[in-house]
């Protein structure tokens, strides 16, 4: 394996790793969704099951490692960097949404949150269609799932108003 290899290989796994991180995080505080708390909301009618969740994810997560393993590897340029920005804050939107809505139960804030995962979404897919298309074009799936979630957490919190905190 040449040094070039070792690197890329070295960088998908910390893609990976840090996607990885961030779907545990989710999961540690989804968890919650066991308790009453969770359980006692008023879903909408097209709410997927629970089981539904995290085969989602999973594929979402791995196309998002991949993502931007792809753009880490294009040249180096003013739009590889944007997009690597990118990407890394709509990671941490991501994490954020999960600590806001299931640990911290703030269902407005949340969908705030949510919205603006949305926003970095596309902004990432627009960044990174001028790098590698397959890169952008692997988010697309992240940015329809997270606008039905958008939905969803909307829903939710017009059901749960009394639950929806700031």
């Known amino acids: 394996m040449s040094k070039l290899q070792?690197?890329?290989?070295l960088a998908l796994t910390g893609f990976a790793?840090?996607?990885?991180?961030?779907?545990?995080?989710?999961?540690?505080?989804s968890r919650s969704?066991?308790?009453?708390w969770y359980g006692e909301l008023e879903?909408?009618?097209?709410t997927p099951p629970d089981k539904a969740f995290p085969a989602v994810w999973i594929s979402l997560y791995i196309l998002v490692a991949w993502s931007g393993w792809r753009i880490w590897c294009a040249a180096a340029s003013r739009e590889r960097s944007a997009a690597l920005?990118?990407?890394?804050?709509?990671?941490?939107a991501?994490?954020?949404?999960?600590?806001?809505?299931?640990?911290?139960?703030?269902?407005?804030?949340?969908?705030?949150?949510?919205?603006?995962?949305?926003?970095?979404?596309?902004?990432?897919?627009?960044?990174?269609?001028?790098?590698?298309?397959?890169a952008a074009g692997?988010?697309?799936?992240y940015a329809a799932w997270v606008g039905f979630v958008t939905v969803l957490n909307a829903e939710i919190a017009r059901h749960n108003f009394s639950n929806a905190a700031i």
């Open 138 to 141: 692997a988010f697309i799936p």
């Open 6 to 9: 070792s690197r890329s290989l």
């Open 85 to 92: 920005r990118l990407w890394l804050s709509q990671l941490a």
């Open 17 to 29: 790793l840090a996607t990885a991180g961030v779907a545990w995080y989710g999961l540690r505080l």
């Open 43 to 46: 879903k909408p009618g097209f």
């Open 94 to 134: 991501n994490a954020r949404w999960s600590k806001l809505f299931f640990g911290e139960r703030r269902l407005l804030a949340s969908l705030t949150d949510s919205i603006a995962l949305e926003g970095m979404i596309w902004s990432y897919i627009s960044a990174a269609w001028k790098v590698d298309r397959a």
């Open 33 to 36: 969704n066991r308790d009453p």
